[in-house]
């Protein structure tokens, strides 16, 4: 599929059928994380696959009335090495001035983004839909207790992966049709800001 044809269809979706999703596939779309870019190619990105039915009723209880998330026959949870950027601008090639550099910006949440957003491209290229979707700071225990995620890795989102079923219901009370898309010029400045 052209990248213009992804990006048309690209939206999130909040309804699934129940077809299981074929490993082949779940595997070629989580492993677009090794063409993510990352600094320093820290590669601190870390996923989580799930589809067994237990776990994600099991993630639909925690998470409470996201009904949504329990019916994706996939999801992805996208979770960050915060240690392995640290580790990676300690080596000598990284210091300035024998020292760790000062984080403009925590780069590690900037490139599990980046890493999102190709699940969500390449899910759309198999031929599946695919939403996304926080967990909330006081769900994130229990999420991270059920998974057995480890405490060095935070979990920045999850990402559904399924045939869309119909979520008209459900869209129409969502922040892409309850906010206007801002036009261009709010988001895009040329040459100098004003
Ligand atoms: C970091 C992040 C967290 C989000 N969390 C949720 C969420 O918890 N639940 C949800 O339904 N959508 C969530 N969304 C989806 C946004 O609401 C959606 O991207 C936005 O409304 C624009 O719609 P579109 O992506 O369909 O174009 C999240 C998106 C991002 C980037």
Do not use: N
């Amino acid at each position: 599929m052209e990248l213009t044809e992804i990006l048309a269809r690209r939206r999130m979706v909040r309804a699934y059928r129940p077809d299981p999703v074929p490993h082949d596939a779940i595997e070629r779309i989580v492993s677009t994380v090794r063409r993510a870019p990352s600094a320093g190619f820290s590669q601190g990105q870390r996923l989580l696959v799930v589809t067994e039915q237990p776990t994600r009723d099991a993630i639909g209880d925690i998470l409470g009335d996201r009904q949504w998330v329990g019916e994706a026959p996939v999801l992805v949870v996208v979770g960050v090495r915060e240690d392995d950027y640290h580790e990676r601008y300690t080596k000598p090639d990284k210091l300035v001035e024998g020292r760790e550099i000062e984080w403009p910006v925590p780069y590690w949440h900037f490139d599990a983004g980046a890493a999102a957003m190709l699940i969500l491209l390449a899910a759309i290229d198999e031929g599946y839909a695919a939403g996304l979707f926080g967990v909330f700071a006081e769900a994130m225990e229990p999420f991270k207790e059920l998974l057995h995620i480890p405490s060095d890795v935070a979990v920045t989102c999850c990402i559904t992966i399924g045939k869309a079923a119909d979520d008209s219901s459900w869209d129409a009370l969502t922040s892409r049709l309850t906010q206007a898309r801002r036009p261009v010029d709010d988001l895009v400045h040329w040459e100098r800001w004003d």
